[in-house]
């Protein structure tokens, strides 16, 4: 595991042991909390209307509630820290084709992939670099989303 994934789950665990991390991630994926297949296609068109049914979607491995390698865990837990709880997550494990389309679609070879507003953002490490440098409050505020860590920083000044 590499040290950036290292620490995304750090920060990630530390929030949950606070109580900050939001609903249980089996509630997090939109309906039942299970990721999506996709439906066997992995065309352009199909992988298209997938990136933009929603303002944040995640390509990943496994299901928000139960990831099934540790990059995709740590999207999970970078977006859990910020409080996006709406968000919907696709397995690509449960469809080969769904899982080479959004490599050919996006032109990036890993999984997990990132979507904010339809727009591919990047993967594990572009979203912790994102998340360390402030950029990621200020692209979910863009999607209307506040993040969490707004709201621990002004707990941090009260006290």
């Given amino acids: 595991m590499s040290a950036a994934v290292r620490a995304a789950w750090r920060i990630g665990a530390a929030a949950?042991?606070?109580g900050r991390a939001g609903r249980?991630?089996?509630?997090?994926?939109?309906?039942?909390?299970?990721?999506?297949?996709?439906?066997g296609s992995?065309?352009?068109e199909a992988v298209e209307r997938l990136v933009?049914?929603?303002?944040?979607?995640?390509?990943?491995?496994?299901?928000?509630?139960?990831?099934?390698?540790?990059?995709s865990n740590a999207v999970v837990q970078i977006l859990r820290l910020h409080g996006v709880e709406d968000?919907?997550?696709?397995?690509?494990?449960?469809d080969p084709d769904l899982r080479q389309?959004?490599?050919?679609?996006?032109?990036?070879?890993?999984?997990?992939q990132v979507y904010l507003?339809?727009?591919?953002?990047?993967?594990?490490?572009?979203?912790?670099?994102?998340?360390?440098n402030g950029d990621l409050v200020e692209e979910l505020k863009k999607l209307g989303i506040r993040s969490a860590l707004l709201d621990a920083e002004k707990d941090q000044e009260k006290k």
């Fill in 87 to 94: 968000y919907r997550a696709h397995d690509v494990l449960q």
């Fill in 52 to 71: 933009r049914e929603h303002p944040v979607v995640v390509f990943m491995k496994g299901s928000p509630a139960q990831p099934l390698c540790g990059f």
């Fill in 24 to 39: 249980p991630l089996s509630q997090a994926a939109g309906d039942g909390g299970e990721a999506e297949g996709g439906g």
């Fill in 42 to 44: 992995g065309s352009r």
């Fill in 117 to 132: 507003n339809g727009e591919f953002v990047g993967g594990c490490d572009i979203l912790l670099q994102m998340h360390q």
């Fill in 16 to 18: 949950a042991l606070r």
């Fill in 101 to 112: 389309g959004i490599k050919n679609y996006s032109n990036w070879p890993t999984i997990p």
